[in-house]
Nanobody, 130 residues
Framework: QVQLVESGGGLVQAGDSLRLSCTAS????????TAWFRQAPGNEREFVAIISGSGRSSFHADSVKGRFTISRDNAENSVSLKMNSLKPEDTAVYYCAAQLGAVLPASSRNRMSPNQYQHWGQGTQVTVSS
């Protein structure tokens, strides 16, 4: 069983950058593929990015491609989300999620569905002002 804790959220202005971190404990982190999701008030939880257990493969949602980058450091049991060129529409609570199985699913639907992830952090708020 893995436990996840997010950090790094805050209030920034449009165009700024922010780095979120997800720190894991309780299990061998490299055995888990890990993703970031976000949820704005009144909206469903939205997929942002996913990274394989080794860190060699990743996949980003079209809405953040070219601006956000997911990475991981298994020696530190952490996954990061570097967010550049932030927009007001990026405002949301950002969640880290992990699922046992290091390899990314072939299906993008399985990568992107919150239902495919068993373990979740408590979330960290990101607010981007215009």
């Amino acid at each position: 069983q893995v436990q996840l804790v997010e950090s790094g959220g805050g209030l920034v202005q449009a165009g700024d950058s922010l780095r979120l971190s997800c720190t894991a404990s309780g299990s061998t982190f490299s055995n888990y593929r890990t993703a970031w999701f976000r949820q704005a008030p009144g909206n469903e939880r939205e997929f942002v990015a996913i990274i394989s257990g080794s860190g060699r493969s990743s996949f980003h949602a079209d809405s953040v491609k070219g601006r956000f980058t997911i990475s991981r450091d298994n020696a530190e049991n952490s996954v990061s989300l570097k967010m550049n060129s932030l927009k007001p529409e990026d405002t949301a609570v950002y969640y880290c999620a992990a699922q046992l199985g290091a390899v990314l699913p072939a299906s993008s639907r399985n990568r992107m569905s919150p239902n495919q992830y068993q373990h979740w952090g408590q979330g960290t708020q990101v607010t981007v002002s215009s």
